[in-house]
């Protein structure tokens, strides 16, 4: 198990930009994919970015090209690069490690380590 805790998280205007944190407890070179997901109310979770160890990339349909994934395995960090935000991105946005592959984290269902996840509100 590895614990993670996610940073960055506020109140933005519609068009504005976040930058989202997720530190590990450990080191996260082993770790095969790190994801973020997030949780508007009333909906279930969704997956938004995942990027494996070996740097591929899947990212929801609703995001691409406004939102961008990064790891840092020296720091144990990954990072949520948003631009662009939309009324429809609120939510609480978790931090996931999952040792399965990339396809089988975006087919679901979901597994592996969470974060306690951070707020992100987008005002129209």
């Known amino acids: 198990q590895v614990q993670l805790v996610e940073s960055g998280g506020g109140l933005v205007q519609a068009g504005g930009s976040l930058r989202l944190s997720c530190v590990a407890s450990r080191s996260i070179y082993s770790i095969n994919t790190m994801g973020w997901f997030r949780q508007a109310p009333g909906k279930q979770r969704e997956l938004v970015a995942v990027?494996?160890?070996?740097?591929?990339?899947h990212y929801a349909d609703s995001v691409k090209g406004r939102f961008t994934i990064s790891r840092d395995n020296a720091k144990n960090t990954v990072y949520l690069q948003m631009n662009n935000l939309k009324a429809e991105d609120t939510g609480a946005y978790y931090c996931?490690?999952?040792?399965?592959?990339?396809?089988?984290?975006?087919?679901?269902?979901?597994?592996?380590?969470w974060g306690q996840g951070t707020q992100v509100t987008v005002s129209s």
């Open positions: 996931n490690a999952d040792q399965r592959l990339l396809e089988e984290v975006v087919a679901g269902p979901e597994r592996g380590s």
């Open positions: 990027i494996t160890s070996g740097g591929t990339i």
